[in-house]
């Protein structure tokens, strides 16, 4: 089947706009993670859903970062009053939903962000 | 502090020699341990997992890592390498019961014709 989906795969944003980055899950996966790579580095989290109920985002950097995932499928990252620093690509993943921890995430290609 | 570190930024071997990439972690409890791998423009794919039970295991491509308790370190490796196995590689740690994946910093490996 297909896996995990991200659009748009690139955007250039200028300073102070605002950005909507959208996840297409595997279908029928539960869990739903939202991640920041900045250039040379790891995957950094940033979220996680369970179905639509965001149960963790204790990763997001500032109250400028907002992610829904209204009807626990699609969710779309938002990020208001764009910084440069906030220049990274954002990887989107999904699990199945089993137990914590050790369950397997399956990626999606990622947006790459770039703030002028 | 709690970390996944991969000491080597950059490696570079020839086609048909062995590698190892390393990866060390400094979590409380055994974690459970993937390697991912990612070309320029794709995602993080999967190649291995440990969770329990025999400490060498197999993974895709060709790959397979050893989990080492006494040294935290869950080292890939791989005998023979290819030149489409150029990409970067990443250790990731889960924790019991905490959703969220730990990734150590990537190793880039190139690989000479």
């Known amino acids: 089947g297909a896996g995990v989906s991200q659009s748009p795969r690139y955007k250039v944003a200028k300073r102070g706009q605002d950005v909507a980055l959208r996840c297409d899950p595997i279908s029928g996966h539960v869990s739903l993670f939202w991640y920041q790579q900045a250039l040379g580095q790891g995957p950094e989290f940033l979220t996680y859903f369970q179905n639509e109920a965001q149960l963790d985002k204790s990763g997001l950097p500032s109250d400028r970062f907002f992610a829904e995932r209204p009807e626990g499928s699609v969710s779309t990252l938002k990020i208001q009053r764009t910084q440069q620093e906030d220049s990274a690509v954002y990887l989107c993943a999904s699990s199945l939903g089993g137990q914590p921890g050790r369950e397997t995430q399956y990626f999606g290609p990622g947006t790459r962000l770039l703030v002028l | 502090a709690q970390s996944v570190t991969q000491p080597d930024i950059h490696i570079t071997v020839s086609e048909g020699a062995s590698l190892e990439l390393r990866c060390n972690y400094s979590?409380?409890?055994?974690?459970?341990l993937f390697w991912y791998v990612q070309s320029p423009g794709q995602g993080l794919q999967l190649l291995l997992k440990?969770?329990?039970?025999?400490?060498l295991v197999q993974g895709i491509k060709g790959f397979e890592a050893e989990f080492k308790r006494s040294q935290s370190s869950f080292n890939l490796r791989k005998p023979s390498v290819h030149w489409s196995d150029a990409a970067e590689y990443f250790c990731?740690?889960?924790?019991?019961?905490?959703?969220?994946?730990?990734f150590g910093s990537g190793t880039k490996l190139n690989v000479k014709p």
């Open positions: 440990y969770f329990s039970g025999d400490t």
């Open positions: 990731a740690v889960g924790l019991y019961n905490f959703n969220k994946f730990y």
């Open positions: 979590y409380g409890a055994t974690p459970y």
